[in-house]
């Protein structure tokens, strides 16, 4: 059924889509293609494997569900490689973050240029764990609309020139850890560093959803849990 | 997909056969999004979910034959199936799955 393939390419967070005949005759033959053009297997009727290329590779791809093509029903899946998200700071609220976000289907890499605490022994579970500064790790790494960013170290030095790289390449959510006072200190200093007050203000702070927890397990789960708002879109991306 | 393909590459290393349930259809309310699916093995693990737990134990039982003769099925679910009194949705919905070996 072209398991190995897809398994391959979701691994590789690759983009494809997958068609599967659903209706009696065909019941089960199916095809994969990825947005460049590249397909394997068939869905027995040539008029039919067309349509599926053509369908593909088109700028936007096709919604998840059932769909005639030629007058036959075929399950259309597409899959879309998974949301990313950095997390600038290796502190104890990120090692629960990680939990939540890999549970919640997002790829979570952990960002640190302090090598005590962004150690594989923290970061077991980390997809991936840097040891750089955010700012220039940031800079060069693709950035896209399905990229999500997490600031707490605590620690402006680090936090606010990697948050001038994400706000200024228009990721899909920017939240920062922090009081109100340190907030505000945070964003005078972004101004200062010539940032527009639109992109400023796309900052979620306080971060995450109000479940008035203070442990760190708890601002972790609350921190997921505006991700997951945000991914959904029950809050305007880039605004509390 | 993704949430269920460590217990596949696990079960598939094992040199277990393994079934793959995926939902293709649904109307009304329903537990799980299209494309939701649930991996059988044929020493009866089961990974992720169809449904919130009503239309399982039969998707389960369905799939032991597709492990068998590899053949695919299409079954639907609901209210408005026969069925219905034994595992009809508790939500009302109703729901198409298909099930399939997987082979290669």
């Known amino acids: 059924m072209g398991f190995e393939s897809l398994r391959r390419s979701l691994l590789a967070g690759e983009r494809v889509v997958m068609f599967t005949r659903a209706d009696g005759a065909g019941l089960g033959a199916r095809m994969l293609v990825w947005p460049d053009g590249r397909a394997e297997g068939a869905l027995g009727e040539a008029n039919l494997d067309q349509e599926a290329l053509t369908l593909a590779t088109a700028e936007t791809l096709p919604a998840t569900g059932l769909r005639a093509i030629e007058g036959v029903e075929v399950f259309v899946e597409t899959f879309e490689p998974l949301p990313q998200l950095f997390i600038v700071g290796a502190v104890h609220v990120a090692v629960h973050l990680v939990h939540f976000a890999r549970r919640l289907g997002f790829r979570a890499v952990v960002v640190d240029a302090r090598s005590a605490f962004a150690t594989a022994e923290r970061f077991p579970h980390a997809d991936e764990l840097v040891v750089e500064w955010p700012a220039d790790y940031l800079a060069r790494v693709p950035l896209h609309a399905n990229t999500y960013c997490v600031f707490l170290t605590h620690d402006e030095k680090l936090d606010n020139p990697a948050l001038q790289v994400v706000l200024e390449a228009g990721v899909r959510y920017v939240g920062a850890l922090g009081s109100s006072r340190t907030h505000a200190k945070r964003v005078a200093a972004l101004r200062e560093a010539g940032l527009a007050d639109e992109l400023i203000d796309g900052i979620h702070a306080p971060i995450g959803l109000d479940l008035g927890g203070r442990k760190p397990e708890e601002i972790a789960m609350a921190i997921a849990a505006e991700l997951v708002a945000v991914r959904n879109g029950r809050q305007a991306a880039g605004k509390r | ?104």
């Open chain 2, 1 to 104: 997909m993704l949430d269920i393909l460590p217990d596949v590459d696990r079960w598939r290393a094992d040199g277990q056969r393994v079934a793959v349930a995926t939902v293709i259809r649904t109307v009304g309310s329903s537990p799980r999004p299209l494309g939701s699916k649930m991996a059988v093995s044929d020493a009866g693990s089961i990974a992720g979910s169809v449904s919130g737990g009503c239309i399982e134990g039969a998707v389960i039982e369905e799939a032991q034959s597709v492990l068998e003769d590899g053949l695919p099925k299409r079954l639907s679910y609901g209210i408005s199936d026969e069925q219905a009194w034994s595992v009809g949705l508790t939500c009302g919905g109703e729901v198409e799955v298909l099930v399939e070996r997987i082979d290669g």
